[in-house]
């Protein structure tokens, strides 16, 4: 008698798990090995810093994209690791993001437009640039052809309009 269970033939008393569904399908055209030209606007009357590396990204069970960012300028070395997945009990996408600049743990939610180009995060946090101050933060991917994203990082200001700070050009390494 063989132990050796299939997804088709579970064991007796084991629930079929979901599958995944077109929403977590969606998150595979993200997944692979990317080149990144990065433009951070820290400070207004700033210039803003520029910087180069490269994205490795997986599908983790056909459920989860797992992206790992590192920076290839010494004069500003950054790591980050960001997870997108898809909840259907709360019908939005899921994200979470840790970077080697801060200790904190962020937590996204968003929706992929109407054209299913772009996937739009919204979360709140501590705002860099003011201390202790919580701030609006809108993160969006924009998939501007197969193999060219778009990732702009946005601030919401006391006046309510919204200002990038962060956009990272990727296109697929070949």
């Known amino acids: ?27 595979e055209r993200l997944a692979g090995e990317w ?5 951070l606007q820290c400070m207004p009357d700033q210039p803003p810093m520029k910087t180069v ?6 599908m983790l069970g056909g459920f989860w994209l797992i992206s790992e960012t590192k920076s290839e300028s010494p004069e500003m070395p950054f790591g980050a690791i960001f997870t997108i997945g898809y909840s259907p009990e709360k019908q939005k996408y899921i994200a979470t993001w840790v970077d080697t ?3 904190r743990l962020w ?8 054209d299913g ?12 640039m003011e ?18 994203k778009l990732f702009t990082s946005a601030i919401q200001g006391d006046d309510g309009e919204w200002r990038t700070c962060v956009t990272v050009h990727a296109h697929r390494a070949k």
């Open 1 to 27: 008698m063989s132990t050796t269970q299939t997804p088709e033939a579970p064991a007796t008393g084991m629930p079929q798990m979901p599958p995944p569904v077109a929403e977590h399908a969606w998150l």
């Open 35 to 39: 080149k990144t030209a990065a433009e």
């Open 53 to 58: 590396g490269h994205d490795s990204s997986r």
């Open 101 to 103: 600049m801060t200790s």
């Open 107 to 114: 937590n996204y939610e968003g929706e992929v437009s109407d």
């Open 117 to 128: 180009k772009v996937l739009t995060f919204h979360t709140e946090g501590s705002c860099p």
């Open 131 to 148: 201390p202790g101050k919580t701030m609006r933060f809108r993160e969006r991917i924009e998939l501007l052809t197969p193999d060219h």
